[in-house]
């Protein structure tokens, strides 16, 4: 009798079945009457049922793919005989709203040990961030907060977690009015005012385009002793730079340390989704169960958000489903069509997403990783969609529109 290789069926559609352990050539996965002629590794993709050249593969009960060539049962299926083709998907908009608001658990809200911050937002984290407003100054900001967080002067305020130091790649050779010098706005004010920051400097070259007194005058704020900014120009250079960042840092650490934990409903709790390093268990395995979380999270009235556009990309009809309103709906499928144009024009392809080891892991198709990735979303109905670091202010499960790989 052969050996018998375990294998798990997601879906009633399902034409392959996922491996749990390995197989070596010979194995007979359960219940396929079908030994197999070469080692398939745990994760990986067995045939149910003989599928046809052009065929659809179907996982999770969706297309994964089409096979490039035809693939019999019990035969491993993967990057040689599964193909990526024409994503043409059928938007259902709301169809499933009614029941993802019944998923909604009802739960009666709980309290976490938070700081209030003066703005009425609510951190689980004391954090002082040093930004940068250019790449310029990013080797100043880094001296800086490693100079603090080595100097153990931290150990007499134990309300602050640490200092940040938040650098980039960018801040000049840019237009000062394009969406590059928006989102990079945006995402810095969103660093400054994060309710996990009790105090934000910002370093600057000093000549760059993106200037913090345009963000002050975008967004308001005014210094004091826990919004400052400084540039390496008027400091006098790199060394003396460093030696004034530093000096101001420590003179505000009894005033950010001064704050206390408090009990804080988790309503005001907001959960950030992303994933890292999937292979053929993560979508079956750690991200349903995140979605869980997810769901007793928005239960709670709470926010999670979804993220990486591409990584949704052959899961998007999905959560379209759930859409609370078409102008919702609308507004991701305007973002998916962005990141289909913004691909071809550059000679690229969306399914060019899996990485090496997500494939070595088992995903095949960037339509197989999306479903897995948008499992950590749960179940609940989709209540907003927003651009990239754009402010969350509606609870409920919202998806931001964000690269596949943000580091």
């Not at 693939?71 to 169809?95: L, M, R, S, W």
């Not at 739960?107 to 984290?125: H, K, L, S, W």
């Not at 000062?176 to 945006?186: F, P, V």
């Not at 024009?345 to 090496?356: A, E, I, Q």
């Amino acid at each position: 009798m052969p050996d018998i290789a375990r294998t798990v069926l997601l879906h009633p559609d399902d034409n392959v079945a996922i491996l749990t352990n390995p197989a070596k050539a010979g194995e007979q996965p359960l219940g396929f009457g079908v030994a197999l002629d070469h080692p398939v590794a745990r994760g990986h993709k067995i045939a149910k049922i003989d599928i046809a050249e052009g065929g659809n593969i179907i996982k999770f009960g969706q297309v994964i793919g089409y096979a490039s060539h035809p693939i019999k049962a019990g035969e491993h299926v993967h990057t040689d005989n599964c193909a990526f083709g024409a994503h043409d998907q059928h938007y259902d908009v709301g169809a499933d709203y009614q029941k993802a608001l019944a998923a909604i658990p009802k739960i009666e809200t709980p309290t976490f040990m938070g700081y209030r911050r003066a703005n009425g937002q609510a951190g689980t984290r004391n954090f002082i961030a040093i930004c940068a407003t250019v790449n310029c100054s990013a080797t100043v900001i880094r001296r800086a907060a490693d100079e603090i967080n080595r100097s153990g002067i931290l150990a007499d305020y134990p309300n602050i977690d640490g200092v940040a130091a938040f650098a980039h790649g960018t801040g000049c050779g840019m237009d000062s009015s394009g969406e590059g010098a928006d989102i990079l706005q945006r995402v810095l004010w969103g660093y400054a005012t994060h309710p996990n920051v009790g105090a934000a400097v910002f370093v600057g070259l000093g000549c760059e385009v993106m200037q913090l007194g345009r963000m002050k005058m975008l967004y308001g704020g005014a210094d004091d002793s826990r919004f400052f900014g400084l540039t390496i120009q008027d400091s006098g250079g790199t060394a003396a730079t460093i030696r004034q960042l530093v000096g101001h840092i420590k003179s505000i650490l009894p005033t950010v340390n001064a704050v206390q934990r408090e009990p804080i409903p988790a309503s005001e709790l907001k959960l950030a989704l992303q994933c890292g390093g999937s292979d053929g268990f993560s979508g079956i395995t750690a991200n349903p169960a995140l979605g869980v979380a997810s769901d007793l999270l928005v239960g709670m009235g709470g926010t999670v958000i979804l993220s990486e556009t591409p990584e949704i990309y052959g899961a998007e009809q999905l959560l379209l489903r759930r859409a609370a309103s078409v102008e919702i709906g609308e507004k991701l499928i305007e973002r998916i069509r962005w990141w289909e144009d913004y691909t071809k024009m550059n000679r690229g392809s969306m399914d060019n997403n899996p990485s090496p080891g997500n494939k070595l892991g088992g995903l095949t198709t960037i339509l197989e990783k999306s479903l897995g990735a948008s499992a950590k979303a749960g179940s609940t109905p989709l209540t907003g969609v927003l651009n990239y670091a754009e402010r969350i202010d509606t609870p409920g499960f919202i998806f931001m529109d964000t690269p596949g790989y943000d580091p």
